[in-house]
């Protein structure tokens, strides 16, 4: 099988404040390797590609090829699409590694949709999102399902309804936005290795290919005014209130992009 991975930190064991995924405090990478060699393990026999999709997308080091050599890597930023860089219609299932809670969640760690420091919110055709769904849709779009999520407790009850047979991993209780109750390391470790198996004896029909019905509206809450200021100019884009903006499509690749630029545009103003 060809296995697409989109892989993120915040939803990892071992990880509860943003000073364990920024580089230069506490970066907690070793423990992010762990874990997704947990989960390469077993899919040897299988054709990957890992989008790097965290901050950066500087966070698995090349190195990690030599030994898993069916593993393809798609590193660095910014580039188009970003988390769901890579995906096309030639992959037979996609995985969601490191994931966590939409923002917003109760007692979720790190809780955040796309932007920590800018989206407040995001809707589309009405339903409260995360990261997990707006990136299935995309994937969906090249008609790949979603079969397997890695991340924290609070995501895998914000995807019930959702999925069929999804294979969920739960990496830690989440106590609060900057806490957690970890598992033993060694037991979350062999819990990846055999979901991982668990999936691969489910054909590529028996997943969900996640899609939203058309038209496609998003609304999207900005953390203030100034960043809808900005955003408001973009083609499409139509100004709701004080923080929110909407986009209407009916091509879901147009949303999605609409969602990252709207992403990068209110990150770089602050280098502005």
């Given amino acids: 099988m060809k296995i697409y991975i989109s892989f993120d930190f915040e939803g990892l064991g071992g990880v509860t404040q943003w000073s364990d995924v920024n580089k230069g405090n506490d970066y907690k990478q070793k423990y992010a390797i762990e874990q997704l060699k947990a989960l390469l393990k077993s899919l040897r026999d299988n054709e990957v590609v890992i989008s790097d999709s965290h901050a950066m997308g500087?966070?698995?080091?090349?190195e990690i090829t030599n030994e898993f050599p069916n593993v393809e890597l798609i590193s660095g930023g910014i580039r188009k699409y970003y988390m769901m860089s890579g995906i096309d219609s030639?992959?037979?299932?996609?995985?969601?590694f490191g994931y966590?809670?939409?923002?917003?969640?109760?007692?979720?760690?790190?809780?955040?949709?796309?932007?920590?420091?800018?989206?407040?919110?995001?809707?589309i055709n009405g339903k409260y999102m995360n990261e997990t769904l707006i990136n299935a849709a995309f994937g969906g779009l090249f008609n790949v399902p979603l079969a397997m999520v890695v991340g924290d407790d609070k995501l895998k009850s914000q995807l019930d309804g959702y999925f069929n047979n999804l294979i969920y991993v739960s990496t830690k209780e989440s106590l609060g936005r900057y806490s957690a109750k970890f598992k033993p390391m060694k037991k979350l470790l062999e819990?990846?290795?055999?979901?991982?198996?668990?999936?691969l004896n489910y054909?590529?029909?028996d997943f969900t290919i996640f899609k939203f019905e058309k038209p496609i509206e998003m609304i999207v809450e900005l953390s203030d005014t100034s960043k809808a200021d900005m955003i408001e100019s973009m083609p499409l884009v139509e100004r709701i209130?004080?923080?929110?903006?909407?986009l209407v499509h009916e091509d879901y690749k147009v949303v999605f992009e609409g969602l990252l630029a709207m992403t990068y545009i209110t990150i770089a103003s602050k280098y502005i």
């Fill in 203 to 205: 054909k590529k029909e």
């Fill in 241 to 246: 209130d004080g923080r929110r903006v909407k």
């Fill in 90 to 96: 030639s992959f037979d299932r996609m995985i969601f």
């Fill in 191 to 199: 819990e990846i290795e055999d979901a991982t198996q668990i999936m």
């Fill in 58 to 62: 500087d966070n698995i080091l090349w």
């Fill in 100 to 123: 966590h809670s939409g923002i917003g969640e109760m007692y979720s760690t790190m809780d955040h949709t796309y932007s920590s420091s800018s989206i407040h919110n995001i809707w």
